[in-house]
């Protein structure tokens, strides 16, 4: 069975901390895509990365990065420096190709940067 | 980069009468779109595929007779929460399935039932 685990339902940093969301996957398929989302409180899902099953390189996106580990399934993510703004809530998800590119979320990561 | 919409953002009805939520892609055609519904302080859960030309495909536990969804154009798909009641209220969200499988999504719909 497909199943995402965010075992952090909420995290308080101060800000220009780093702070890393953790993200851990279920699936027994090979192929398979990992996202991570952003939803602020205006509810709109913000798309932030989406790697798929054979790509285990590392990404860095200005202070955002992500690190993919198959061995231990987990897609986990880290923001650097952070800033107010980062204050929301982050979904990791699941799309294999076994389930007609349907997405599974995580329960989501609700991450409060302090000033 | 594709665009998604949805109308309403906001609806506010009474029990028992029935609330429409359109989503539409704005710049791409989509065979595929899918409807999801988060609970205040939830995650999103699948609800149900939304295929244009055929039937929907619903989720385990979702009805379709109240759920009603319609994908009549390769760029609009309707959901449609029949008799609403209050437990119904929550955030419906829409994606649509980009050329290359990416899941696009929609700015969501708060529906307040009465």
């Known amino acids: 069975a497909q199943k995402v685990t965010q075992a952090q339902t909420e995290i308080s940093v101060v800000e220009k901390e780093d702070v890393t969301l953790d993200c851990v996957y279920e699936t027994r398929d090979t192929t398979y895509y990992l996202f991570w989302y952003k939803q602020p409180p205006s509810g709109e899902l913000v798309f932030l990365i989406r790697?798929?099953?054979?790509?285990?390189q590392n990404e860095i996106s200005g202070r955002y990065s992500w690190n993919f580990q198959k061995s231990t399934s987990s897609f986990n993510f880290t923001i650097t420096a952070s800033q107010v703004v980062d204050s929301a809530v982050y979904f990791c998800?699941?799309?294999?190709?076994?389930?007609?590119?349907?997405?599974?979320f995580g329960k989501g990561t609700r991450l409060h940067i302090l000033p | 980069g594709a665009v998604v919409s949805q109308h309403p953002s906001r609806v506010i009805c009474k029990s028992g009468t029935s609330v429409k939520i359109e989503c539409r892609s704005l710049d791409f055609q989509a065979t595929t779109m899918f409807w999801y519904r988060q609970f205040p302080k939830q995650s999103l859960m699948l609800m149900a595929t939304?295929?244009?030309?055929?039937?929907?495909?619903?989720e385990q536990g979702v009805e379709k007779d109240k759920f009603l969804i319609n994908h009549a154009s390769l760029t609009l798909s309707t959901l449609t929460v029949t008799s609403a009641h209050p437990e119904d209220s929550s955030f419906y969200i829409c994606?649509?399935?980009?050329?290359?499988?990416?899941?696009?999504f929609g700015p969501g719909t708060r529906l307040t039932v009465l």
């Open positions: 994606s649509a399935l980009g050329e290359y499988n990416e899941q696009f």
């Open positions: 790697r798929n099953s054979f790509d285990e």
């Open positions: 939304s295929n244009e030309g055929s039937k929907a495909t619903y």
């Open positions: 998800a699941l799309s294999d190709f076994s389930r007609d590119d349907k997405i599974i």
